[in-house]
C-alpha cells in the first residue's frame, strides 16, 4: 500500500481560488478590466488588476501576497502556517469541505461592497476599496473562526515529521452531534483526535482518502488504508484498545527528534527514511513491578538507558516518555545499571514499567512487540509487522523457538547485577520509546509574586473544611492583584505578617465595574451599601439617555470609560454618530434609529462588563510553586518532597527573616541551607492537584527538601488527590502567616482529614503493587501471619487470600483501637513490604495470556445473544480459575480478585471474545476476539466507535462534575452579594439594589470572603 503523506487540496484549492473564483468575484463587484496572477516567489505571489475608469485604465498591483508551497504551508513573519478544511457537517460522505480557497473567498467576499457605477477610480481609491493583499494576509494569520475550537489557521506543529505532515491532514468538524459517524471510517482515522473536549472535531484525512471538488472521497477502501499516516506506524495496532491507541498515537507526535535517529526493531513496513521521522529509542524494557519506583505509571530507567535520551536536554525525573502503543509515564529515578533487572545473560534491563497497569490499558500490542524485538534481534534484522497482518500465536512461538529463545517469550530476570533471581518469569524486550516534549526543566515555576491560580474549586474545598484563614490568605492576603502583593516578599522577610484586611482583588475589580455601569457599591461598617450614582472618574456622557439595561425603568445618561472593551468602542462610535445627526438636525427617523443603535450598543457593552465571572472566586496566588509530581523515596505519609527551586523561593524570604543573609540566601549557600531545612522542618505546605473536586484535594504536608524539579508525593497520598505519575502536575502553596500555618496542621493534613471524616478510611489502605504484593504473600498461611504481624491485627482471607476489603476492615478497626496515628504507621510498613514483595516477584504479562485457559466452545452462528451468552460463560470460567502461581493469568487474576486493579471485565476483553458491540450506526456488531488474539479491522472499527464515545462521555463528566460541584456549593445566603453570586444576569440584582438603597449585611461566609472580611464567628467555631 503506497503511504500518502501529501495534502495537495491546499494548494489546488488556493489556485483555484486566485485563478478562478477571485476574479469572478472581482468582476462581479468592480469594473475589472484585466487580472493576472505571477508566483514568482515560492511562499508569495503577485495580482495585477485592472479598473475601467472615466479617466482610463487603473492598474493596481497587489504584491507579497501569501501562497502555499507544494506542501500547502504558508510562510508569514517566519513563521509556518496551514489553513486546516472544515467540513461543513460530521457526517463526512455528504459534508461540503471548505479548504483555504473557499474560505478565503468567504473573507473577501463578505468584505468586499459592490462599487457603485460612477466611481472616479485611481490608485488610492481602488487599494481602499479592496486592500486585497492586508485582507489575504490578514486570513492567513486568523483563518476562519470556528465555534470553540478556535481558528483554521494554524501555526504548524514542527516537532517531528509526522507531526509536521499529520497537521497537513487534519479536518475540522464544528457542527457535530456525536463523536464518530459511520461515514468517518474510511475516510477519516479512527484513531487520530483529540482526547479532550475537541474529540470528533479535529480528525485526521485517512492514508486512503483525499479532499477533491470540496468532498472528501475514499480512493482506497483496505483497511489499512482507513487509518492514518501516523496510526499505519503502530505494529501489533490491532492488539491494543481503541482508546490507548489514540493516547499513543497523539503523542508519538510529541516526540523530540534525536540528533541520531534509530529505527525500530519491528516495525510496520510504512516508514519513510526522512529527517525527523525516526524519533524513538529501542529500549529494552521489563514489564515487572520495581517498587515504588514504577508506581501509578512511574518509570524507572537506568543509567545507560539515560545517556540515550539525552536529548534535548539530560533526561531527568519528571520527564515523559511513551510508546507507540499508548503507554505513557514519567522518569520516577534514574537507577545505576547494576540495581535494574537483569537478563539471565547479565545485561541490564534499560527501563522498567509495572505490569500491573497492562491489563486495564488493554494495550496488549507493546507486550508483543517486546516478543518481536527479541526475534528480531535474534534474526538480524527489523521485524515487519504492518496493521492488521501480526503474527498469530503459533507463529511467534515457532519464531521464538527457532531463534533459541524460550518459546513462552518470557524469562526468569534477576534483582541487579547477579543478585537474586526473581520468583516468576517476565517479559522482557525491545520496545521503541520516544522522549515526549513534556519535560521537567519546562514544567516547573515558583514565584513570590504570583505564579499559581486558584479558582471556584480550590475555594470551595477549602471553605467545606473550614479552612477560613487560609481562603483569606489565597483569595485576599496573597493575592498576586493586590497593589502591595510586590513587596509581600520584602515584609515576611522583616517579619510575621497578618491577614490582609477588605477589600479583595475581585470585590475591587466588582466595584470599579458596577461603576462603569452607574452603581457604586461601598463597604462601610461590615455593611455593603449600594446606590445608582454618576460614574466617578473618566467617562462618556451619552448623547441622549437611554434605558439602563439593567433596570428598564431608570435612565442612564453616562458611563464609565472601558477602553480594554471592544464593545465599549461600539458604544463611543454610535454615540458620536448620534451626536453629530443630533447637531446637524437630521431626519427624525434617521437619529431615531441612531438612538436604537446606541441602545444596544450599550446592552451590549453592560453584558460583557458584568458577567458570572467577575463574581467568581479566582486569582493568582503568591508564594506558590507548581511541577510534576513523582513517586516518593524515604518519605514519611506525613512529608511532600519539594524541588530545591520552589524550596528557596517559597522560604527564601523566612531564612532572609532568621539569618538576616539576603545575598546568603540569594546565591543558596550552604551556610543558610541548614536553617532552611530547620524552618522547611516545623513549616507546613499544601499542595492541590486539579480539578480539585474532592476535600481531601488539598492536602497539607512538612517539606523535605528534594534535589530533583519534581514534587515527590507519598504513594499513599495518590488516591486521597486522584492522582498519578503519568505527567500530572501538582500546585504548592506557603501559608504565611501564624493562624494559616496553624490552621494548616490542624485541618489539612491527611490526619486531619481522617479525623474529620472517618469514611476516608477506605482510601486509606495499600493499592496497586502494594496489595497486590500482600496478596501474593497472604496465598501461604505463613504469609497471612506475617501481615498480621506487621498490622499488629489479624486480618480477614476471603477466598484464601487478604484482598482490599479485608485490609479497609483492618485499618477502621485499628483506627478505633489504637487512633489514626497508628493506622499511618501502620500504613507505612504494609506499604514498604507490599512494593518489596511485588518487585521480587518478577510478575508480569504473559505474552500469550489465557493460552492455557480451556475455554467454551464458539456458537457457530451470528446471533448477537449466542454470542453474549458465550461472552459470559467465557467471564465465569476466567472467575473460576484460583492459579495465582500460574506464569500464563495468575498475576492478572490476583490483580482482580485482591482488588489491586482492574476486573472481570479487563481480562475479558483481553483474553476474548469480546462479544457484542455497537458500530458507530449503533448495530450490534460480534468482536469474537480479545486483544490477546488481535482484532479484525471490522471488530477494531466497531470498537472505536464506543471506545470514543466512552472517551467523550469521560470528558462531559469531568465537566459535569465542575459544574455539579457548583450547583452544591454556590452561596446560600438571600442578601445582594450572595443572590448575584447564584444570578445569570448578576448586573439586574445589584441595579435593583442599588435603585431601593438596600444594605447587604455581609452576614453570609461567602459573602464577607468575597469582599475580604473573616468569617463569621459561628463558622469559625
Known sequence: ???????????????????????????????????????????????????????????????????????????????????????????????????????????????????????????????????????????????????VMGSTSHRVDETNWLAARAHLRKILVPR??????????????????????????????????????????????????????????????????????????????????????????????????????????????????????????????????????????????????????????????????????????GTPVELVFSFL????????????????SRIAKAEGAPAIVPPFHAPSEEELRERLEKAGLPESGMEILTLGRAGKKLARPSTVGWVYWGKTFHLAKHKIHADVKGTQMQGELEYYTLRDIAAFENLREHYNTCAAERPDAGSLAERVATGPIEQAGPPTPVFEELARRLCVAGIEARLEEGNLTFRLAPPDGPRTELACPVPHPWLREEEL?????????????????????????????APDSLTQQALKDLERCVVAFLDTLLTPEQLR??????????????????????????????????????????TGEAKAVQKRSKNVAKTLDAIMARSWVLIT??????????????????????????????????????????????????????????????????????TLIRFLRPLMEMLWGLADLSLAPEGRDEIASLAGIELAAHSGLTDRDAFVDAMRAIRERDGIEEVLETLERLMRRGFELAKASGASLSPFVGSGLELPQEPAGKD??????????????????????????????LSVKSGARGNLCFLLNLIGPRGVVADANGEPTIVRHGFVQGLTPDEAFACAAGAREGLAQTAIECTRQYYGVREVSEPKGFNVLARAMRAERPGIVFARAAASGEVDPLTDLDSRIFVGLPAPSRERA
Not at 357 to 372: D, K, P, S
Open 557 to 585: 445618561s453616562a458611563i464609565g470609560t472601558w477602553e480594554s472593551s471592544d464593545e465599549y468602542g461600539s458604544v463611543v462610535e454610535a454615540n458620536a454618530k448620534l451626536e453629530h445627526m443630533i447637531a446637524g438636525q
Open 176 to 345: 457535530r452531534e456525536t463523536v464518530i459517524t459511520a461515514s468517518q471510517f474510511g475516510r477519516t482515522c479512527p484513531f487520530e483526535t483529540p482526547e479532550g473536549p475537541n474529540i470528533g472535531r479535529i480528525l485526521t484525512v485517512a492514508n486512503g482518502a483525499e479532499i477533491r471538488d470540496g468532498k472528501l472521497r475514499i480512493v482506497d477502501d483496505s483497511p489499512e488504508a482507513a487509518l492514518g499516516l501516523t496510526a499505519l506506524m503502530v505494529p501489533f495496532l490491532e492488539h491494543n484498545d481503541a482508546n490507548r491507541q489514540l493516547f499513543g498515537v497523539n503523542m508519538m507526535r510529541q516526540w523530540h527528534v534525536p540528533p541520531d535517529p534509530e529505527p525500530a526493531l519491528v516495525q510496520t513496513g510504512h516508514e519513510p527514511d526522512a529527517p525527523g521521522f525516526w524519533c524513538g529509542r529501542n529500549l529494552l524494557t521489563a514489564f515487572v513491578s520495581w517498587g515504588l519506583d514504577t508506581f501509578e505509571d512511574a518509570i524507572a530507567i537506568s543509567e545507560s538507558c539515560a545517556k540515550r535520551l539525552d536529548f534535548p536536554h539530560p533526561v531527568e525525573p519528571g520527564d515523559k516518555l511513551s510508546n507507540r502503543h499508548g503507554t505513557k509515564g514519567t522518569v520516577s529515578r534514574i537507577l545505576p545499571d547494576d540495581e535494574m533487572p537483569h537478563l539471565e545473560d
Open 864 to 893: 448477537p445473544d449466542d454470542w453474549s451468552a458465550h461472552a459470559e460463560a467465557v467471564a465465569d470460567c476466567i472467575a473460576s480459575r484460583h492459579d495465582f502461581d500460574s506464569a500464563d493469568l495468575g498475576p492478572q487474576l
Open 689 to 758: 492537584r486539579a480539578p480539585t473536586v474532592m476535600p481531601t484535594s488539598i492536602l497539607a504536608f512538612r517539606p523535605v527538601r528534594c534535589p530533583d524539579r519534581v514534587i515527590r508525593l507519598h504513594p499513599l497520598a495518590t488516591i486521597l488527590m486522584n492522582a498519578d505519575f503519568d505527567g500530572d502536575q501538582a500546585a504548592v502553596f506557603l501559608p504565611l502567616t501564624e493562624a494559616a500555618q496553624r490552621e494548616a496542621g490542624q485541618r489539612l493534613t491527611i490526619a486531619a482529614h481522617l479525623e474529620r471524616d472517618p
Open 1 to 147: 500500500m503506497r503511504i500518502n503523506a501529501s495534502a495537495p487540496w491546499h494548494r489546488e484549492s488556493f489556485e483555484r481560488f486566485v485563478k478562478e473564483r477571485l476574479p469572478e468575484l472581482l468582476a462581479a463587484r468592480l469594473p475589472l478590466a484585466a487580472y493576472r496572477i505571477d508566483s514568482e516567489e515560492e511562499h508569495t505571489c503577485t495580482v495585477h488588476i485592472s479598473l475601467s475608469a472615466k479617466s482610463g485604465v487603473v492598474e493596481v498591483a497587489y504584491t507579497d501576497i501569501p501562497q502555499p508551497n507544494e506542501n500547502g504551508l504558508f510562510t508569514v513573519d517566519g513563521e509556518r502556517r496551514v489553513i486546516i478544511p472544515v467540513a461543513s457537517e460530521e457526517t463526512l460522505d455528504t459534508a461540503d469541505i471548505l479548504c483555504v480557497g473557499g474560505q478565503l473567498y468567504d473573507f473577501v467576499e463578505a468584505r468586499l461592497g459592490a462599487a457603485p457605477p460612477d466611481l472616479p477610480w485611481n490608485e488610492s481609491l481602488a487599494r481602499s476599496w479592496l486592500p486585497l493583499d492586508t485582507w489575504i494576509n490578514e486570513f492567513v494569520r486568523t483563518g476562519t473562526a470556528v465555534d
Open 357 to 372: 497497569g497492562c491489563h486495564t490499558r488493554l494495550n496488549f500490542g507493546q507486550i508483543r512487540e517486546a516478543v518481536m
Open 617 to 658: 472566586f479566582r486569582n493568582q496566588t503568591v508564594f506558590s510553586g507548581r511541577t510534576v509530581i513523582s513517586p516518593g523515596h524515604d518519605l514519611r505519609i506525613g512529608e511532600l518532597g519539594v524541588p530545591d527551586e520552589i524550596a528557596w523561593t517559597l522560604f527564601g524570604p523566612l531564612v532572609v527573616r532568621e
